[in-house]
């Protein structure tokens, strides 16, 4: 789903889309040189134990704020993306945020426990 910067106004518009077994969707809009992104990212994901290898299902509700600038941003605020495009790409934020939290570290219920002791 992309939606072209210069079609972007001040006024909340809703948005939804998805990746994987994920819904993507909540509202953006124009904030001066940003658009603002505020949404969830919610549904079943499988995960990776980092410590056994082995298959985690966990059902993600994660909250979403992003900017996304086009062009290039110079400032130090890491929440910032920057889109090459003339357009933004909703499934591409989706991808990067799933593939984000799938990146980090995860461990199932076994593994945990023995972690405990
Ligand atoms: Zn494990």
Same mark, same amino acid.
């Given at each position: 789903?992309?939606?072209?910067?210069?079609?972007? /106004? /001040?006024?909340?518009?809703?948005?939804?889309?998805?990746?994987?077994?994920?819904?993507?969707? =909540?509202?953006?809009?124009?904030? =001066?040189?940003?658009?603002?992104?505020? %949404?969830? +990212?919610?549904? *079943?994901?499988?995960?990776?134990? $980092?410590?056994?290898?082995?298959?985690?299902?966990?059902?993600? *509700?994660?909250?979403?704020?992003?900017?996304?600038?086009? =062009?290039?941003?110079? =400032?130090? *605020?890491?929440? +910032? +993306?920057? /889109?090459?495009?003339?357009?933004? $790409?909703? $499934?591409? +934020? %989706?991808? /990067?945020?799933?593939?984000?939290?799938?990146?980090?570290?995860?461990?199932?219920?076994?593994?945990?426990q023995?972690q405990g002791e």
């Amino acid at each position: 789903m992309k939606i072209e910067f210069r079609k972007i /106004s /001040s006024v909340d518009t809703l948005f939804e889309t998805g990746y994987e077994n994920l819904s993507f969707k =909540g509202n953006f809009r124009r904030e =001066g040189k940003f658009v603002n992104v505020d %949404a969830r +990212i919610n549904g *079943d994901v499988i995960l990776t134990c $980092d410590r056994c290898g082995c298959d985690i299902e966990k059902v993600l *509700d994660e909250a979403v704020q992003i900017k996304v600038i086009e =062009g290039y941003y110079d =400032g130090e *605020d890491l929440d +910032i +993306i920057e /889109s090459h495009e003339s357009y933004i $790409d909703f $499934d591409q +934020i %989706a991808q /990067s945020e799933v593939e984000a939290i799938k990146s980090e570290y995860h461990y199932c219920k076994e593994c945990k426990q023995m972690q405990g002791e």
